[in-house]
């Protein structure tokens, strides 16, 4: 089982709706939870940080974290066509300047205008 | 601020060829890590520097070296280039204050 599991997409909405993108982990040690934005031939963009189970927003986009489940998602709100890209969920176990990030295959959405 | 920069930004090499890429983290961090992005994946861990010394390392064979300067600049180093070793090569630096990650551009290298 790898460590990190994100659901493989792609996925292809219209301007304006509801995204969910989802990732469950393995390992009860990670404590730390966070979503990239890559768009195409660039590197990632951190959008979301959070470290507890629970909600924390963001203008559109939303993280959610249940520890308990091992379960991941992010929410975005209200899509446009600047959305499109490849978002990747990352994870790591301590935190600090000592550790490494853990990656989903990331998932690649599309918002038609 | 001045983000991550790596250079070059794209490279073609042969197999067999040896590679250096080079980065500068967000001035006042003192950790860099490298990762391996693949077409279709998800970045992979090489190597975490901080301070100047290795603190993490991936599962990556010992053609892969890095080093990290006194300036917290880094370079990785490539051997023996294998047609597997084509892919984004990503920078990330991060400080003592933020438990996060920040990434540059990436190096594409493409291996013929």
């Known amino acids: 089982q790898k460590e990190v599991e994100q659901d493989p997409g792609p996925l292809s909405v219209p301007e304006g709706a509801i995204v969910s993108l989802n990732c469950t982990y393995s390992?009860?040690?990670?404590?730390?939870f966070m979503w990239y934005r890559q768009y195409s031939r660039k590197g990632p963009e951190l959008l979301m940080y959070?470290?507890?189970?629970g909600n924390k927003e963001d203008g559109r986009f939303t993280a959610q974290v249940d520890k308990s489940s091992k379960y991941i998602s992010l929410f975005i709100r209200d899509s446009q066509p600047s959305d499109s890209a490849t978002y990747l969920c990352?994870?790591?176990?301590?935190?600090?300047?000592?550790?490494?990030?853990?990656f989903g295959k990331g998932t690649l959405l599309t918002v038609n205008p | 601020d001045a983000g991550v920069t790596q250079s070059p930004t794209h490279l073609i090499k042969t197999r067999g060829q040896q590679v250096t890429l080079r980065c500068s983290p967000i001035?006042?961090?003192?950790?860099v890590s490298w990762y391996q992005q693949v077409l279709g994946q998800g970045p992979q861990f090489i190597f975490q520097?901080?301070?100047?010394?290795?603190?993490g390392r991936g599962n990556f064979p010992d053609r892969f070296s890095a080093r990290q300067f006194p300036n917290y600049s880094s370079e990785l180093n490539v051997n023996a280039l294998l047609l597997g070793d084509s892919a984004l090569y990503l920078c990330?630096?991060?400080?003592?204050?933020?438990?996060?990650?920040?990434f540059g551009p990436g190096t594409r290298l493409l291996v013929l």
């Open positions: 001035s006042g961090h003192k950790s």
């Open positions: 959070t470290y507890s189970s």
């Open positions: 390992n009860s040690a990670f404590q730390y």
């Open positions: 990330a630096s991060s400080s003592l204050l933020e438990e996060t990650q920040y």
């Open positions: 990352a994870i790591t176990s301590s935190g600090g300047s000592n550790y490494k990030l853990t």
């Open positions: 520097y901080y301070e100047k010394e290795e603190r």
